[in-house]
């Protein structure tokens, strides 16, 4: 049972099935030695790469598929769905959002065709701070302008993948917050070579070791020389630029919670379906089967927004709104369908053979990052519904 949505375009129907077949190549077994000796997927994600997923949205004249993001949120959706961890690489989708909507032309033919073949990796995004949290705005690393450089300064955290990845999009303060009339202003993006930062000795990258296999570290920058040629869109304007990234992150880290949501459900059903106490299978029981129903209902309800917000996103309209709310239905519905797997389960459901346990911790992340639960409330609060601003 896949779950297939009928609102869905033919297309994608082929490229599901591809990454399906190549997902029955990574089983269970690969994900759980990867995540007790907490080691990247490079098979995986180099598998991905060579089937041309991973180039999915940028344009065909750079080497990749010119599709929109409706096709990538397939594609990632699948891959939670059948029991892989996307994590390893969406990163490299939703960061082509930004260089494709504010790269420069030579920027683009740089890095775009290296992107798109495998010969560059671009999965780190670093932005978050020891001291800012989600306060974008109150980010201490400076970029300080001297020649044709860029000298950057400062640390960042949570920034996942950095130890993996060629590239990284680095968001960084041009101006001080206290000479900008805005607080989003002053803040400049910028494309960093991070093998040539490691190698002049500017750049430290130290993992963190976490609760899930997320590759995630924080960096430090000492005096860290970065090409004029390398600021992304205009200086002083990168909050705008990331502005774009996030909620195409929003839309595709919610794809990936739909599909954790179906491989719960799944299993759920298959397990309900199966296991017999008291002479009769499990599922007969209300208890057992009406909360797998509702985190099933839950979970269509959640994917609707998704598509939704990625059709909005591709017609250039307002997604804003859409893109948090599916992020945060979807993050919910993956953590209940993980719950009434857990329970319907029983003791086995912690049992590491079975995966739940991996893809329920890996699941829990997502009501926290890349965006809280709270932040979004707050947002909607605030500029859907217009009540009171709250911080």
């Known amino acids: 049972m896949q ?16 990454v399906r077949r190549l997902c029955e190549k990574f089983p269970g077994e690969y994900w759980r030695k990867l995540d007790a000796d907490r080691e990247y997927p490079t098979s995986f994600v180099d598998a991905l790469t060579s089937a041309g997923y991973l180039s999915v949205l940028i344009p065909e004249e750079y080497g990749g598929s010119g599709l929109g993001l409706s096709a990538a949120v397939a594609i990632l959706e699948t891959i939670q769905a059948m029991g892989c961890n996307g994590a390893a690489c969406h990163a490299q989708m939703y960061n082509m959002a930004i260089i494709l909507r504010h790269g420069s032309d030579e920027q683009k033919r740089l890095y775009l065709p290296a992107i798109a073949s495998g010969a560059l990796r671009l999965q780190a995004f670093g932005v978050t701070e020891p001291g800012s949290g989600s306060d974008t705005t109150a980010l201490r ?47 400049s993006i910028f494309i960093v070579d991070m093998n040539q930062a490691r190698t002049a000795g500017s750049l430290t990258i130290r993992p963190i070791r976490t609760m899930m296999n997320h590759a995630t570290t924080e960096l430090f920058f000492d005096r860290m020389r970065i090409p004029v040629a390398n600021l992304l869109g205009k200086e002083g304007k990168g909050f705008h630029c990331i502005l774009s990234g996030m909620n195409a992150e929003r839309v595709l880290i919610a794809a990936e919670c739909v599909g954790d949501a179906k491989w719960f459900t799944r299993k759920s059903i298959a397990y309900a379906n199966q296991r017999v106490v008291f002479d009769r299978p499990i599922g007969m029981n209300q208890g057992v089967s009406f909360p797998i129903a509702r985190a099933h209902a839950n979970m269509r309800a959640a994917e609707l927004m998704v ?18 709310m599916a992020k945060m239905l979807a993050a919910d519905v993956a953590v209940e369908a993980g719950n009434a797997c857990i329970q319907t389960y029983g003791g086995y459901g912690f049992a590491e053979e079975y995966d739940i346990e991996r893809k329920f911790r ?25 009540l009171p601003r709250s911080y």
């Open 3 to 18: 779950f297939l949505s009928p609102f869905e375009p033919q297309h994608f129907h082929e490229i599901r099935d591809g």
């Open 141 to 187: 690393t400076t970029a300080v302008r001297d020649g044709d450089y860029f000298v950057v300064s400062g640390q960042k955290i949570w920034t996942s993948r950095a130890e993996h990845s060629d590239l990284m999009l680095l968001l960084a303060r041009t101006s001080p917050r206290d000479q900008v009339s805005k607080k989003t202003d002053g803040l």
């Open 307 to 324: 598509h939704e917000a990625a059709r909005l996103y591709e017609a250039g309209l307002e997604h804003g709104p859409e893109a948090n």
């Open 362 to 386: 890996e699941a829990r992340l997502y009501q926290v990052a890349p965006v809280s639960t709270n932040l979004i409330l707050s947002f909607i609060a605030e500029h859907v519904l217009k």
